[in-house]
């Protein structure tokens, strides 16, 4: 019998999704600042009275403190905090909306070999943290736009934003002199100046 302790991590992390498992216990996908991509078991925590049960609604921005494993997929969850909930306050049909559909698009953004203390990963969970601290704000009154802004920031971090400052045909400048009107065109991936439509 070992006398060492399991190892365990403590991170800030957004709730990506849960689901349950078992009769009271649920899983839930984690996006931390200091790990990564990362899922927990949580026992017992769809019980009424449960300290695990804030921590596992999709949303949220939490502290967490979680088992750290390398030999299971699952990890622990041991206990926490909510730091943050967008829809505690002035929660709408539209907020939620926009909220479950961002939650969606960065659970999406998984790499492909994820990796413990990734830089973008990191970065990815700032943008994250910026998006649901906007989201959480009293002044938030379009969250649509903060929706998209999310959108064009992931589409960026995987190297496929649009282009909007040149002409995504010939590459002129859509302002420049003689280049006409601009239109957007998804096809071409951004901007298309006068001359090219």
């Not at 060492?4 to 957004?14: E, M």
């Not at 790499?111 to 938030?140: H, I, N, Q, R, Y």
Request: with cysteine; hydrophobic share 45%.
């Amino acid at each position: 019998m070992s006398v060492l302790g399991l190892p365990s991590a403590a991170s800030d992390a957004l709730v990506l999704r849960a689901w349950p498992c078992g009769e009271t216990s649920a899983i839930a996908s984690l996006l931390t600042r200091d790990q990564g991509f990362v899922r927990v078991l949580a026992k017992a925590a769809r019980r009424p009275r449960s300290r695990l049960r804030a921590l596992v609604e999709p949303g949220r921005l939490v502290n967490v403190e979680f088992g750290l494993d390398p030999r299971r997929e699952l990890q622990y969850l041991r206990g926490g905090s909510v730091l943050l909930d967008p829809l505690a306050v002035g929660a709408t049909l539209e907020r939620s909306a926009y909220l479950l559909g961002a939650l969606e698009l960065v659970d999406r953004c998984r790499p492909a070999t994820p990796g413990p203390g990734d830089p973008g990963e990191a970065l990815l969970f700032g943008v994250c943290e910026e998006f649901v601290g906007m989201l959480s704000s009293a002044t938030c009154h379009q969250p649509a736009v903060l929706f998209f802004a999310l959108e064009w920031r992931l589409l960026a971090r995987h190297g496929t934003a649009p282009q909007v400052g040149l002409c995504s045909c010939c590459g002129a400048d859509p302002a420049g002199a003689g280049a006409g009107s601009a239109w957007f065109q998804a096809a071409e991936g951004g901007l298309v100046c006068g001359r090219c439509t």
